[in-house]
């Protein structure tokens, strides 16, 4: 399995100290973002590369295109943010709330989620490449119609997740909860689990057990 690219950041950043005058660049790179709210109140693409991210909220309210490149959130909040069709490559979110953001339709490669809430996130037909789920709340999370490739699932609570016509084969939820999850039978080949799971999965298929 491929390696997943980690964020490459310079050794020194410059620090933002106006975060609306930085906002009004076509491209922020090099940056270091600490508390503060970022506000998209104009609609506007949104473009970071090679910055540090920590105690930042994002607000916006419409669906807004982000593009997020060599980034580190630390404690960021981007809570029911709409930002479906976006980019994020080679990105770590630690510690994040990205509760009910709407990623539908976007790019996702190289990113590594820990200890995130991504309760209730919308992933509906995004692309996710080389990327690892750890320690993640994921309740109610929309998978469907994704496009998976070398993807982790570590300790993840997944209950109450759907992945509607979203293969899952050579995907590892053994170690994950799955209670409730909804999965297609065309999603269930290849996929791995453990034995207490696979007879929960088993109801998926219309099967009952004799015990």
Avoid: W
């Amino acid at each position: 399995m491929k390696n997943i690219l980690k964020p490459n950041l310079k050794d020194k950043l410059n620090l933002c100290d106006n975060i609306n005058f930085l906002l009004k660049m076509d491209i922020i790179y090099d940056y270091e973002i600490n508390d503060c709210i970022v506000d998209n109140k104009d609609n506007v693409l949104f473009q970071f590369d090679g910055c540090y991210f920590k105690k930042v909220k994002f607000v916006s309210y419409k669906s807004t295109k982000l593009e997020f490149t060599n980034c580190v959130f630390e404690n960021c909040d981007f809570s029911n943010v709409k930002m479906s069709n976006s980019n994020i490559n080679q990105v770590t979110f630690n510690n994040c709330k990205l509760y009910g953001v709407d990623l539908s339709i976007s790019d996702i490669r190289d990113v590594t989620f820990f200890n995130t809430n991504l309760s209730f996130t919308n992933f509906t037909d995004c692309r996710i490449d080389y990327c690892a789920f750890n320690s993640c709340e994921m309740t109610n999370c929309f998978l469907d119609y994704v496009k998976f490739r070398e993807v982790t699932f570590i300790s993840s609570n997944l209950c109450l997740s759907e992945f509607v016509h979203t293969s899952l084969e050579d995907i590892n939820l053994s170690d994950c909860k799955i209670s409730g999850i909804k999965v297609t039978t065309d999603g269930l080949r290849g996929l791995i689990v453990n034995e207490f799971q696979a007879l929960e999965l088993v109801k998926l298929l219309g099967i009952r057990i004799d015990r």
